[in-house]
């Protein structure tokens, strides 16, 4: 199946800090990319959809300021935690598609001290 | 609103026997239906799928059944293996959008 990877696969920061998690589709373009997060013991939330060339759409109750998504090409969506606080500490996943199927990346854990 | 439920939210199986994983969803505009497997801290495995104008799906030991009139779905992991004890998403999207995901069932095989 397809591959995407994520990177860092996990990161302590500081409070008030930003972090920026990349996902990359390796073996196939992705238009369109997903941001998830993952609570403890919880389903996946998306956050929002990232699309190549044009602002993400951010799902409702999402901040966009502060979750800011960059999809500067068909193979690369980044995530940026800014101004993180420890109630943004999770798990975070992306996701590429191809045809209907959904790949997704290995995850980041975030913890923000 | 929880248009994709997973009314169990664990469930154990002795290995070899099968494992049957359910799923419900309420919206009738979904067109595709996914199953994937997720251990702790990585990300989703994609498992299987089945669209809408299908009734099963196998691949291997795994066979997915879509009963559209029931708005249910049903994973069913023939023989179970140790392996398999993982938590399970079932899915739906609707024309290739964004998918909406099932709370997961843990599935527990038992040696």
């Known amino acids: 199946g397809a591959v995407v990877s994520q990177h860092p696969s996990r990161v302590i920061c500081k409070s008030g800090t930003s972090v920026k998690i990349e996902c990359r589709s390796l073996d196939f373009q992705a238009t369109t990319m997903f941001w998830y997060r993952q609570f403890p013991k919880k389903s996946l939330m998306l956050m929002a959809t990232?699309?190549?060339?044009?602002?993400?759409?951010?799902e409702q109750g999402v901040e966009k300021d502060k979750f800011l998504i960059n999809h500067a090409s068909l193979t690369l969506s980044t995530l940026t935690v800014t101004s993180a606080h420890p109630e943004d500490s999770s798990f975070y996943i992306c996701?590429?598609?191809?045809?209907?199927?959904?790949?997704f990346g290995p995850g980041t854990r975030l913890t923000v001290t | 609103d929880q248009q994709v439920k997973q009314n169990s939210p664990s469930l154990s199986v002795q290995e070899g026997r099968i494992s049957i994983l359910n799923c419900d969803y309420t919206?009738?505009?979904?067109?595709?239906f996914l199953w994937y497997k997720k251990y702790p801290a990585e990300g989703p495995t994609f498992l299987i799928s089945i669209s809408s104008i299908k009734d099963k799906n196998e691949d291997g030991r795994f066979t997915v059944f879509l009963n559209k009139s029931a708005k249910h779905l049903s994973l069913h992991i023939v023989p179970s293996q140790p392996g398999d004890s993982a938590v399970y998403f079932c899915a739906a999207t609707k024309g290739n959008e964004k998918l909406t995901f099932g709370t997961g069932t843990r599935l527990t095989i038992i040696p």
């Open positions: 990232s699309n190549e060339g044009s602002k993400a759409t951010y």
């Open positions: 919206n009738s505009m979904f067109d595709y």
């Open positions: 996701s590429a598609t191809v045809s209907y199927e959904q790949y």
